[in-house]
């Protein structure tokens, strides 16, 4: 099992910039592919970012391409979502995933285990 808690959302205004982190415990992810998703209120859940375990490959959502950032730090057994150039559209919950079989896949299925998330509010 991996429990996976996500942090450092908040409110910001539009235009400015947040840093997520997903930070992992009870098993290393360093073999694993990380994902992060958001869901908005009525929406369903999309994809925003995906990485290898290695980082070498990132994978991102059509509507954050160039904005947002995907790393990772392995012997932090962390990983994070740089997001700059916010807008009200990005307002959601923020949720990391772990996909075992290391693919930067962009469907929820294919990740097995999930965070609680992190509220994220772009005003506008």
């Known amino acids: 099992q991996v429990q996976l808690v996500e942090s450092g959302g908040g409110l910001v205004q539009a235009g400015g910039s947040l840093r997520l982190s997903c930070a992992a415990s009870r098993r290393t992810i360093s073999s694993y592919a990380m994902g992060w998703f958001r869901q908005a209120p009525g929406k369903e859940r999309e994809f925003v970012a995906a990485?290898?375990?290695?980082?070498?490959?990132?994978n991102y959502g059509d509507s954050v391409k160039g904005r947002f950032t995907i790393s990772r730090d392995n012997p932090k057994n962390t990983v994070y979502l740089q997001m700059n150039s916010l807008k009200p559209e990005d307002t959601a919950v923020y949720y990391c995933?772990?996909?075992?079989?290391?693919?930067?896949?962009?469907?929820?299925?294919?990740?097995?285990?999930w965070g609680q998330g992190t509220q994220v509010t772009v005003s506008s």
């Open positions: 990485i290898s375990s290695g980082g070498g490959n990132t």
């Open positions: 995933a772990a996909n075992w079989r290391n693919i930067i896949a962009t469907t929820t299925g294919t990740y097995v285990y």
